[in-house]
């Protein structure tokens, strides 16, 4: 089969887990195109199958993402047999509903989506969990053997929990291997693809809007502390940040999507948020067992 993967990622996890897949999928001898954001997506009307690798963001697909899918050429009747991947801290939420509703527009048939989790890159969060982080090892210990899928709800205290293990890793081996038999099959309501375990995580993930995700970011440069690197304008997936002069800090413009990428991809702490001083509770992407886990 020829696959197409649409993949965009704001940390380094879903860059991490879309390579695995492109890979895995290669050893079966399927041919893989991968394209990233920004990069204009090609006519899926010329690949057998089409895949959606993803972060969640406020039980959600990000925004920019949305606005990047839109950008697909229109395949009217066509119903392309589409697959969707998320990265998330343990609850996608809405994530996949809404994004198999939008790809429907496009003539993309959605069948499958899987996730897998990761530990939270919202720094919000991670400087919440920080204040806790001496109980880790408590944590660990309440979500072994039979109590482990504990480790998701857990999460929410302990951002590390969500770690991927040797187990989320063959699921998600599983999964790929399923997707070229399941291509064909009868395309599912699209309620049905995913059952969210949060009470209220869909409903939440239906209300975000660009404004709500806005307020809960809130970054500001300091231009006292901006080395002038650059980082936060590469990082940006909505091209909010600009830097048009080098000598002076970027500049930060109207359109921020709330995905806090410019924050955990600053070097430097030059960059504050809500509920985030500088460089407090940065993600500094995939550890190194992560890394270890999905290179395999």
Request: include cysteine.
């Amino acid at each position: 089969m020829k696959i197409l993967i649409l993949s965009h990622s704001s940390s380094g996890n879903t860059s991490l887990v879309t390579r695995f897949a492109e890979r895995r999928l290669a050893r079966d001898g399927h041919e893989i195109i991968t394209v990233k954001l920004p990069a204009t997506p090609p006519d899926p009307a010329t690949f057998d199958l089409v895949g959606v690798f993803s972060p969640t963001m406020y039980f959600r697909p990000m925004v920019a993402v949305e606005a990047w899918l839109e950008r697909l050429q229109d395949q009217c009747e066509a119903r392309i047999p589409t697959f969707l991947v998320a990265t998330c801290a343990g609850e996608p939420g809405a994530h996949f509903e809404i994004q198999a509703t939008q790809l429907a527009r496009k003539g993309l048939r959605v069948f499958a989506a899987h996730f897998i989790p990761m530990p939270s890159n919202w720094p919000p969060h991670r400087v919440l969990s920080a204040k806790i982080e001496p109980a880790l090892p408590l944590g660990r210990l309440m979500c072994r053997g039979p109590l482990r899928p504990l480790r998701v709800a857990l999460g929410f205290l302990w951002t590390e929990l969500t770690e991927p293990d040797e187990r989320d890793r063959r699921e998600f081996e599983e999964f790929l291997d399923r997707l070229p038999k399941e291509a064909a099959a009868a395309c599912p309501d699209v309620a049905r693809l995913y059952s969210a375990w949060l009470p209220g995580a869909k409903a939440l993930g239906h209300r975000m809007t660009t404004r709500e995700m806005r307020k809960a970011t809130a970054v500001r440069i300091d231009p006292s502390t901006c080395k002038r690197c650059g980082s936060c304008a590469k990082a940006c997936p909505s091209g909010t940040i600009t830097w048009p002069e080098r000598e002076q800090p970027p500049v930060m413009g109207a359109g921020c999507t709330g995905c806090w990428a410019c924050y955990n991809a600053c070097p430097h702490g030059a960059i504050a948020g809500w509920m985030s001083p500088p460089g407090k509770g940065r993600y500094p992407g995939p550890s190194r067992e992560t890394c270890a886990l999905f290179n395999h």
